[in-house]
């Protein structure tokens, strides 16, 4: 895609109105994103069937903002406690292929995908929602949360969303680092600039 450029784009200057120079700052030196599903990329639910089976709920606009941050040019990974195949699936479905599940140590996962990748991790975003997730959010050089977190683990982050996990909290944190980076507005120059596959 092209550079970002110095000017920023209005719906750029719009996301950075409301966050301090310091997050943009932080956001901005993002090159490898990590999220927590439970609570973050869903809204933390579990529905169970008669028969045993598990059911998350996603929403579509999270699912987008992953597809337009890796089409930004950043990586992006997924570290979650719990484990199943329907993470897996939608994972899949947005092309991550970076995907870690039953993890309960997930500072040093993320220590490591930071290692694999190539990047300090002063270049790591976490997102997470839950006591899980604080050790890593300490370790990342930008921590993200949503507005449900307990307040001892939205105290921990750089950021929190405006929306809830599982409902707009994944795409407002990717558009902050898209505008935070000068490459939210590459996407609203038409549709045609989005890469191939579906929108999820």
């Not at 069937?49 to 990974?77: C, P, S, T």
């Not at 897996?88 to 694999?116: C, F, H, M, N, S």
């Not at 930008?142 to 950021?159: C, D, E, R, T």
Request: charged fraction near 20%; proline fraction near 5%; include cysteine.
């Amino acid at each position: 895609m092209t550079p970002p450029s110095s000017i920023p784009h209005p719906a750029e200057a719009l996301v950075l109105a409301r966050v301090t120079a310091a997050v943009r700052e932080r956001a901005a030196a993002v090159r490898l994103m990590v999220f927590d599903v439970d609570g973050v990329l869903t809204d933390g639910s579990l529905y169970y069937g008669e028969n045993g089976e598990m059911f998350k709920r996603f929403h579509a606009l999270d699912g987008h903002g992953l597809r337009l941050l890796m089409e930004g040019g950043l990586k992006v990974a997924l570290i979650t406690g719990r484990s199943g195949p329907i993470v897996d699936r939608r994972a899949a479905e947005l092309g991550i292929a970076d995907v870690q599940q039953g993890v309960r140590d997930k500072a040093t996962a993320l220590t490591e995908l930071a290692q694999r990748h190539g990047v300090q991790l002063n270049q790591v975003g976490y997102m997470g929602d839950d006591i899980i997730d604080l050790a890593a959010m300490h370790r990342a050089g930008f921590a993200a949360s949503v507005p449900s977190a307990p307040g001892y683990i939205a105290q921990a982050a750089h950021w929190v969303a405006t929306q809830p996990g599982g409902s707009g909290a994944v795409r407002e944190c990717c558009d902050l680092l898209l505008a935070a980076q000068g490459r939210l507005g590459h996407f609203l120059a038409g549709p045609a600039l989005l890469g191939p596959g579906a929108i999820q």
